[in-house]
């Protein structure tokens, strides 16, 4: 295990250990975006928002740091005012746990999307913080997708200020095809992962935006796996376009790892758990299972937490904010 250093002390020598791909809701958000419930695995997650127990199984796991997010609970309402409202909420309920907990928890901010001038407005109060680490935006919003030209401007603020960008699934329960049998998550939710990535390469996002570090969840959900189909017919821009982007480790699966290191390099991969949509014992799987996809140790040091300090900007020879 770890561990993690008190707050202000300078350790260099123990690499940390970070986890990307993290949710936390809070009560009072999931009330003012009329989502009480969310899906039943949410509702269930529900049981498991007390930071103090989370830093307990944090540390019992090994894990020095989560980024947290919202999730498919994106403040992504109709209304532009009520979905800023939503947007600073949620922020400022995680600025607070960052705050309360100094190098344990960072967060990646949400935005009030499909709302550009709002959510510019979000970006410039957030950002400048040393608790956001970036932003998170869905895999779609709405009807629309992320190559749309409608977010060109929220792209070309966060390019400018080359923000790390993480997506996650917004869920498909309304989708004929994936119907009953929790299919929107089970395979739904990589497909979306899957969608929203060739959409940025092929949509020429992260040419047009090459500030942006996308970071695509459950390793890139089924792309590495159908990565000659897609490359088949192209020439080199997008197998090089997809290997710019990062992919969280959310799977349990060596051989869907070693498959996305053959596809991307581990070097574009980073540790995540999707805590809390899993049990304690799940939970661990999510790191350990890392120790046995044949990595050098260089490179899952890279990958368990290495890879994402750089990227967020995070160092742990600096003193925690006390």
Aim: hydrophobic fraction near 40%; include cysteine.
């Amino acid at each position: 295990m770890s561990g993690h250093p008190p707050a202000g002390l300078m350790t260099e020598k123990v690499p940390m250990v970070i986890d990307v791909h993290a949710h936390h809701y809070p009560k009072q958000y999931l009330e003012r975006i009329g989502r009480p419930g969310l899906p039943p695995a949410a509702a269930a997650a529900l049981a498991y928002q007390d930071i103090g127990q989370r830093l307990a199984l944090l540390d019992r796991v090994g894990i020095d740091t989560q980024v947290l997010s919202v999730s498919q609970a994106q403040p992504y309402l109709p209304a532009a005012a009520d979905a800023a409202d939503a947007a600073r909420l949620i922020n400022d309920l995680y600025a607070d746990v960052c705050r309360d907990h100094p190098g344990r928890f960072y967060a990646f901010a949400a935005l009030p999307l499909p709302h550009v001038d709002e959510s510019l407005e979000e970006i410039a109060r957030t950002l400048d913080t040393r608790w956001m680490v970036g932003v998170t935006i869905g895999c779609s919003v709405g009807e629309r997708q992320l190559d749309d030209a409608v977010f060109e401007p929220v792209f070309q603020e966060l390019d400018r200020r080359q923000t790390p960008v993480f997506l996650h699934p917004v869920g498909q329960e309304g989708t004929s095809w994936l119907a009953g049998s929790n299919l929107p998550w089970l395979v739904g939710a990589p497909f979306e992962d899957t969608a929203a990535a060739l959409r940025l390469v092929l949509g020429g996002v992260i040419d047009r935006h090459p500030g942006i570090r996308f970071i695509v969840p459950h390793l890139g959900g089924t792309i590495p796996f159908l990565l000659a189909r897609v490359t088949r017919k192209s020439d080199d821009r997008v197998r090089s376009g997809l290997a710019r982007l990062y992919y969280d480790t959310v799977s349990g699966s060596t051989d869907a790892v070693v498959c996305s290191c053959h596809a991307f390099g581990a070097d574009r991969l980073l540790f995540g758990t999707d805590y809390p949509y899993c049990d304690e014992a799940e939970f661990e799987h999510h790191l350990t299972y890392l120790d046995d996809c044949g990595l050098e140790p260089a490179a899952l040091e890279g990958v368990r937490g290495g890879t994402a300090a750089t990227l967020l900007h995070l160092d742990r020879g600096t003193p925690s904010p006390g």
